[in-house]
């Protein structure tokens, strides 16, 4: 079993204190999802994970089984097992998705040990077959001219192809129609299982209709407020964050 541990997590972006002492702790084989208003800090936490320069932490810690994440480069994070599915997927003009891809998986084998040319395209063929992609966007630049939902697809892609220890999904399912919102959530699900860990972020509750998490923490303020099963995603979806305001006392 791995292990990412996130203890009093304090963020800053151009000098903006945004996240003020985040706790969280994943599993593999575990499922978490983190809901919250926008502007809370939700993916000020994803880029955080993943090393965005622009991200300054000033005080906590980050652990990946016990290892320090924080002292690690972007793309030492990646080779350790951590995946991020940005929110806003960048392209790459000149780097075919085909070829990032290879590349991102032979970076976290030994050297010698590289994924064969045609044992990648067998794999390659048969995720994109489940995610409903077109076989065309492999030989295409990263992400360029991709539409929105091929975008979010094909964050899914790699992720199934580069089967990370931990995943850390940013708001997946936005723009997504309710076909893709299923591929999506069925690649999700076929990672499941006792190697792989899962933090979704989202802003609504339909995701978790295909993805049932077997934790929901809900994130407000720069800070995660409240931490429940699946039921407290559907108890937001029916009747929103002002409940946990109250409770909290926290006026916006
Ligand atoms: P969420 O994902 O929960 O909607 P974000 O993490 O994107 O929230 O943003 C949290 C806060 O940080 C917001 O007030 C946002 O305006 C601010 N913020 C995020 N990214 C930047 C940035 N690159 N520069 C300045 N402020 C930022
Ligand atoms: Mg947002
Ligand atoms: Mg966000």
Same mark, same amino acid.
């Given at each position: 079993?791995?292990?990412?541990?996130?203890?009093?997590?304090?963020?800053?972006?151009?000098?903006?204190?945004?996240?003020?002492?985040?706790?969280?702790?994943?599993?593999?084989?575990?499922?978490?999802?983190?809901?919250?208003?926008?502007?809370? /800090?939700?993916?000020?936490?994803?880029?955080?994970?993943?090393?965005?320069?622009?991200?300054?932490?000033?005080?906590?810690?980050?652990?990946? @089984?016990?290892?320090?994440?924080?002292?690690?480069?972007? @793309?030492? #994070?990646?080779?350790?097992?951590?995946?991020?599915?940005?929110?806003?997927?960048?392209?790459?003009?000149?780097?075919?998705?085909?070829?990032?891809?290879?590349?991102?998986?032979?970076? #976290?084998?030994?050297?010698?040990?590289?994924?064969?040319?045609?044992?990648?395209?067998?794999?390659?063929?048969?995720?994109?077959?489940?995610?409903?992609?077109?076989?065309?966007?492999?030989?295409?630049?990263?992400?360029?001219?991709?539409?929105?939902?091929?975008?979010?697809?094909?964050?899914?892609?790699?992720?199934?192809?580069?089967?990370?220890?931990?995943?850390?999904?940013?708001?997946?399912?936005?723009?997504?129609?309710?076909?893709?919102?299923?591929?999506?959530?069925? /690649?999700?699900?076929?990672?499941?299982?006792?190697?792989?860990?899962?933090?979704?972020?989202?802003?609504?509750? #339909?995701?978790?209709?295909?993805?049932?998490?077997?934790?929901?923490?809900?994130?407000?303020?720069? #800070?995660?407020?409240?931490?429940?099963?699946?039921?407290?995603?559907?108890?937001?979806?029916?009747?929103?964050? @002002?409940?946990?305001?109250?409770?909290? /006392?926290?006026?916006?």
């Amino acid at each position: 079993m791995s292990t990412l541990v996130i203890k009093d997590l304090h963020v800053e972006i151009e000098g903006k204190q945004i996240l003020k002492g985040v706790n969280l702790s994943i599993n593999t084989s575990e499922i978490h999802a983190i809901m919250g208003p926008n502007g809370t /800090g939700k993916s000020t936490l994803a880029s955080a994970i993943m090393g965005h320069p622009k991200y300054e932490v000033t005080q906590g810690t980050i652990e990946l @089984d016990g290892e320090d994440v924080l002292a690690m480069e972007v @793309d030492e #994070r990646a080779r350790a097992g951590l995946f991020l599915a940005m929110q806003y997927p960048s392209e790459i003009s000149g780097v075919t998705n085909a070829d990032f891809m290879r590349s991102a998986m032979n970076a #976290r084998r030994e050297e010698g040990n590289e994924v064969s040319l045609m044992k990648f395209i067998r794999e390659l063929d048969s995720k994109m077959e489940t995610l409903a992609m077109d076989q065309d966007m492999a030989q295409r630049y990263l992400n360029e001219g991709f539409s929105g939902g091929e975008k979010k697809r094909n964050e899914i892609l790699q992720m199934m192809m580069i089967k990370p220890t931990f995943a850390v999904l940013d708001e997946i399912d936005s723009g997504l129609d309710i076909d893709a919102l299923k591929v999506v959530s069925e /690649g999700i699900n076929q990672m499941k299982g006792e190697n792989f860990g899962c933090l979704i972020i989202t802003h609504y509750q #339909r995701l978790l209709n295909y993805i049932t998490p077997d934790h929901v923490h809900v994130m407000m303020q720069g #800070r995660v407020v409240k931490s429940g099963g699946p039921e407290l995603a559907h108890k937001l979806e029916a009747e929103g964050y @002002d409940w946990i305001k109250a409770e909290l /006392g926290i006026e916006d």
